[in-house]
């Protein structure tokens, strides 16, 4: 089912679209945790269970820099394909869907083959103690060899999302979600594979998903009637998915390999503090990925009105996904304030004395409080984003990670400790958000729009 979101009140067309969106990210969020919680939880003895949530922790900043190039894709294949279903230019759009996923193909088998040679130089590269080095490389092997799925399934969702379908996505992964947990407790609790469980599980499922999503797509995109035959590969096509998604790509890559950098520093702290860190961020990205799915609405909305030259409905989209996303802020913060230990301590294995909890509880004491004002600058990204206007939106996130990366290095020298790594949190957000704020402000989406 598609949803055309240039018609209708705007609050209400964004809510309903992004539900969806927001039960999608809350599934696919809690399967990462499950992951982190069963092999911590279900190893044969505490101080095993720690070293595999280590383990499976160090290897996860890797991970995400490949999920930040398909979700790079995932958003330029979005931005055009909803300015093109808003202006009802069928036709094209499917040309569209056929170059992205062509491209997305051939981009995942490239990345497949840099993964498997460089699996164990970037985990040296990292300082990976060597108490975690084998079962985090092993995750990160079995990871790389489900990237065509990844790929698929991400590229697919975001052509979904940007007809007005964000119900199907929402399917697709409650039924991964589901098999991911169900596999993760038959090959760790059952079989004790631990890390290799975990790391196949996440793989059969990602492929059936993927695999799913594909198929459906081709259901959805043959169901148009455009009276005419479409390219399957356009280089114009190409050329204008590319002035989307490479910057998106670039932007997604910058923050995962910010992400490493930051990794390489709480690698330095030892192995309880990397678990401490593995579980808190599961816990922190919950939230986040949450309140992101708002804007992520917002950004599709956006693309559409922009697509059928509907500017007066931006401003009013805006202010819904603001109250829609920080609402769901407060509700986290009055969560995780009073029981981040507790939370954290859902990933620690029975019996552990170690100070997992403290180093978990004491990152989302610094981070919550700040939730708002990561959400200010989610839904006026969205707007950047959805109108095209990619260079701002560069700046915005750039600036966010450079100042977030430099401060986690400056304050980790000053501090001694991985204190001065959790504080740069805040700064990043606050000084983001306030760019963010005055792009959208000064109308800068507002200019070059794009012909279709």
Known sequence: MTTDLTEGKPSKKLFWFSLPLLLSVAFQQLYQMADSMIVGRFAIT???GELALAAVGASYPITQLFVAVATGVNIGTSVLVSQLFGAKRYLRMKTAVSTALISTTVIALLLTLIGTLA?????SAL???ANIFDDGALYLRVYVFGLLFLFLYNVCTGIFNAMGDSRTPLVLLIISSVSNVVLDLIFVAGFHWDVAGVAWATFIAQGASGVLAF???LRRVRSFD???HFLFFSAEMLRRLTNYAVPSIAQQSFVSVGNVIIQYYVNLCGATVIAGYSAATKVNMFALTCCMSFASGLSSYVAQNIGARKLERIGPGLKAGALFSIGLAVVFMAVYLPFAGRLVGLFVPAGSASGVIDVGRQYLFILTPFYIIVCIKFVCDSVLRGAGAMRPFMVTTFSDLILRV?????LYHVM?????????????WFLGSSISVFFYKRGVWKKNLPNL
Do not use: R
């Not at 430099?406 to 400056?410: H, L």
């Not at 001694?416 to 990043?428: H, M, Q, V």
């Open 416 to 428: 001694g400790s991985e204190l001065g790594i959790w504080l740069s949190w805040p700064i990043g």
């Open 127 to 129: 300082q990976t103690p």
């Open 226 to 228: 455009t009276h005419g």
């Open 46 to 48: 505490p101080e095993a």
């Open 215 to 217: 198929l459906l797509l």
């Open 119 to 123: 699996t164990g130089g970037i985990m």
């Open 406 to 410: 430099g401060f986690s290095v400056i």
